[in-house]
């Protein structure tokens, strides 16, 4: 799985500093109509949301495509195309039939037809996906509104790999799109989703424009996370590409844009003191922030060592340098801050500001020599470039020998494919670390896994079992399990969590709180 970054720019804005620049909008735009809403968003670089596994090809996805299920806010899978399912006593076949209305913005009728080949491609990319596929001896249609998955054994996860809101996620499309191979990306954009996307007023790298689907039946539940009732409130959506953080939030304050996606954290001061603007945390679990450390090569091939650096991260420090206090917090479960599994198993480590004799007395016994320590430093993605050079500094205070490698995205990926470099850096939504059997980074399996490669076979048996028991309840109990031996071989050192707010215009109302994605149905402009 290929996790987008959201790149948390460093301005250097004073706080409470007002901001006057002139924006090149003004000139561009007249200001919003009262049904168009105006968001500043990643730029969409892929716009097949199987092919490329960014957020920002997912929420493009999310805006044209529907889903068979998707997850409440509670985090539990609910029908969305599906009108209704059943499986089989022996648990080894699912039946699933569609609901009335569904139709592609062509015109044409959504089949259980395109439901399967849409199942079939994406059952090529993540890990879930192809679990699904490896364990099927059958995925058909039955007739044009009813399609089954027939397995060689019970799949007690199936229908919540279905409803992953991890990208990629299970969009259907239409069958002549899905029969294209993973690899190949689909050139059109024709949908069953809420929203349209507008061919005619693309402007490459610079805005993409959404439109009611007025044919688009919402389920009657009321909207719950990215389940329920997908009501559109607006008419159009304009997505706009604006990378200059000051112009961006120009635009914000001048009532020229509705949204921001991701305000810089020197801005929140200043947002919070403009009475028409409001910082919302849409993803209430945040991102979890994380270090790997290589495995394979001295001095972290010791366990000892690894151990050692659990025992000194002052976390709330390390997120501190780049995050205010206000959005961060510590998280020592393994399966993140508020998710279904996170758990207090074997989390007598964590100590408030951390303990430095203790990792110490472990970096003893590991027979740490003065070998050297390479941290990959980030240099575009600058809350992290931060992070990392005090993590660097927390290091040598235990008698460390560090180095700081500098690494822009190209040169960091092809340092990480190889065994020269110490300790990685990165972060996720806190939902990924729900995922066991899909997420990598939640792996244990060697060279087979996730950079880093720790290995723990006892560990890989539990996790075998996660896509088979059947309820909640089990994969709570694996989860401390797993938790267990992971503080043990810790293959991963937790650094904080933090919430990355979206900045919006008052006047812009019901956006839907969930993770890593942007839902635009049930959005609606507000009077002033």
Not at 146 to 156: A, N, Q, V
Not at 281 to 307: H, S, T
Not at 364 to 391: C, P, R
């Amino acid at each position: 799985m290929t996790i987008s970054r959201r790149d948390l720019v460093k301005m250097g804005i004073a706080a409470g500093t007002v901001i006057s620049i002139p924006s090149v909008l003004r000139a561009q735009t007249t200001p919003p109509e009262a049904r168009t809403v105006r968001m500043v968003m990643e730029d969409i670089g892929i716009f097949d949301p199987v092919v490329s596994t960014s957020y920002a090809s997912g929420n493009h996805g999310l805006a044209i495509y529907d889903t068979l299920f998707a997850l409440d806010s509670k985090l539990r899978p609910q029908p969305q195309m599906v009108a209704r399912w059943g499986v089989s006593d022996d648990k080894k076949k699912y039946t699933f039939e569609l609901r009335e209305g569904l139709a592609w913005h062509d015109g044409t009728p959504v089949t259980a037809a395109d439901c399967v080949a849409s199942i079939h491609r994406w059952g090529q990319v993540p890990s879930g996906g192809r679990l699904i596929v490896e364990r099927a001896t059958d995925i058909s249609a039955q007739d044009d509104k009813t399609f089954t998955i027939s397995l060689k054994d019970p799949l007690g996860l199936l229908i919540e790999t279905l409803a992953s809101a991890s990208t990629p996620l299970l969009f259907i499309m239409r069958e002549k799109d899905a029969t294209r191979p993973a690899t190949e990306a689909v050139t059109s954009n024709i949908g069953s989703g809420p929203f349209k996307f507008n061919e005619a007023l693309v402007k490459p790298g610079a805005s993409y424009t959404y439109d009611r689907n007025e044919k688009y039946i919402p389920r009657q539940e009321p909207s719950d996370g990215f389940a329920g009732g997908k009501v559109v409130n607006v008419d159009r959506v304009i997505w706009e590409n604006i990378s200059d953080q000051q112009t961006a939030f120009a635009a914000l304050q001048s009532g020229e844009v509705d949204f921001l996606q991701s305000p810089s954290p020197d801005l929140y001061p200043v947002i919070k003191s403009d009475p028409n603007l409001e910082l919302q945390a849409l993803n209430k679990g945040g991102d979890v922030y994380f270090m790997r450390m290589n495995c394979l090569q001295k001095p972290f091939d010791n366990v000892r060592a690894r151990q050692a650096m659990l025992h000194l991260i002052d976390q709330e420090a390390v997120m501190r340098t780049a995050i205010a206090q206000e959005y961060i917090s510590p998280v020592t479960s393994f399966f993140g801050n508020r998710t279904p599994y996170t758990n207090d198993e074997n989390t007598g480590w964590y100590k408030k500001g951390g303990d430095p004799e203790k990792a110490k007395q472990l970096l003893n016994e590991a027979g740490y020599a003065g070998e050297k320590v390479d941290i990959l430093q980030h240099t575009s993605w600058a809350a992290a470039n931060v992070m990392e050079q005090f993590l660097a500094a927390t290091l040598r205070k235990i008698g460390m020998n560090v180095d700081l490698v500098p690494a822009d995205p190209a040169k960091r990926s092809e340092l990480l494919k190889n065994d020269s470099w110490s300790i990685a850096m990165t972060n996720e939504s806190d939902y990924d670390r729900s995922t066991p059997a899909s997420n990598p980074t939640l792996f244990a399996n060697g060279k087979e896994g996730f950079y880093g490669w720790p290995k723990s076979d006892e560990y890989e048996a539990l996790r075998a079992k996660w896509a088979d028991v059947e309820t909640l309840e089990e994969r709570q109990a694996l989860a401390r399990k797993m938790q267990r031996i992971q503080w043990d071989i810790v293959g991963t050192v937790l650094l904080g969590s933090a919430l990355a707010p979206i900045a919006r215009r008052k006047t812009l109302a019901g956006l839907i709180e969930m993770p890593a994605l942007t839902a635009m149905w049930n959005m609606q402009k507000v009077p002033a």
